[in-house]
């Protein structure tokens, strides 16, 4: 999983301009985060037309707020530099639950 680093909302749909994406926002600290990363290999496995990027919340607080991204572990799809689902909550996410969120991207 690419891992971008300190960026604005302009930037960063910029970088996903083109293509199908998977952002996975998350902190060290989180104790929510550090259970589903384990499953991430296998998700990105899984859903292989996806290019999966991690962005540190701390690093990108103005990021998460511009996104209003208020709770983490939390999972954005963008498709051709735009947003097209989200599942974005302070709750602890399954394997299962992100595998039906991505199934449900239309």
Request: glycine share 6%; proline share 3%; with cysteine.
């Amino acid at each position: 999983m690419e891992q971008f680093g300190k960026m604005n909302l302009e930037t960063l749909e910029k970088k996903l301009a083109k293509g199908s994406f998977v952002l996975f926002f998350s902190a060290g600290w989180c104790s929510d985060c550090s259970f589903i990363k384990p499953s991430l290999p296998e998700i990105e496995e899984e859903y292989k037309d996806y290019k999966f990027i991690h962005i540190d919340r701390d690093e990108n607080i103005e990021l998460c707020q511009e996104m209003m991204v208020m709770g983490i572990p939390s999972f954005i799809v963008y498709k051709d530099g735009k947003e097209v689902a989200r599942f974005v909550n302070k709750d602890r996410k399954t394997k299962e639950e992100v595998e039906s969120f991505l199934n449900g991207v239309a």
